[in-house]
Nanobody
């Protein structure tokens, strides 16, 4: 059974940091592009970051560039999203999704996690 499980969310003050994890079972993350999305109440889902299959090219939304870092640990079959200098507008449920095309250009995703809540207080 394939599962993506996010963890690491929580409540943090503005300016603080969190590290989200997306741990996989039943699939090898290095064979997929792994995307991080977020969705705040009343807002559309937003793509935050992506790491491509294999060579690990990374992409970031302008809103998080220079603050967030995506990385992959193949030994742990886990992708991380290090979030620094957090702002109240980063508050959302964060999801990871795996895309078998592998190039961070997909519009459809093979697997999704259940999400983890990030709340940034001002």
């Amino acid at each position: 059974q394939v599962q993506l499980v996010e963890s690491g969310g929580g409540l943090v003050q503005a300016g603080g940091s969190l590290r989200l994890s997306c741990a996989a079972s039943g699939l090898t993350l290095d064979y997929y592009a792994i995307n991080w999305f977020r969705q705040a109440p009343g807002k559309e889902r937003e793509g935050v970051s992506c790491i491509s299959r294999g060579d690990g090219i990374t992409y970031y939304a302008d809103s998080v560039k220079d603050r967030f870092t995506i990385s992959r640990d193949n030994a742990k079959n886990t992708v991380y999203l290090q979030m620094n200098s957090l702002k109240p507008e980063d508050t959302a449920v964060y999801y990871c999704a795996a895309d078998s095309q592998g190039l961070c250009v997909a519009y459809e995703y093979d697997y999704w996690g259940q999400g983890t809540q990030v709340t940034v207080s001002s």
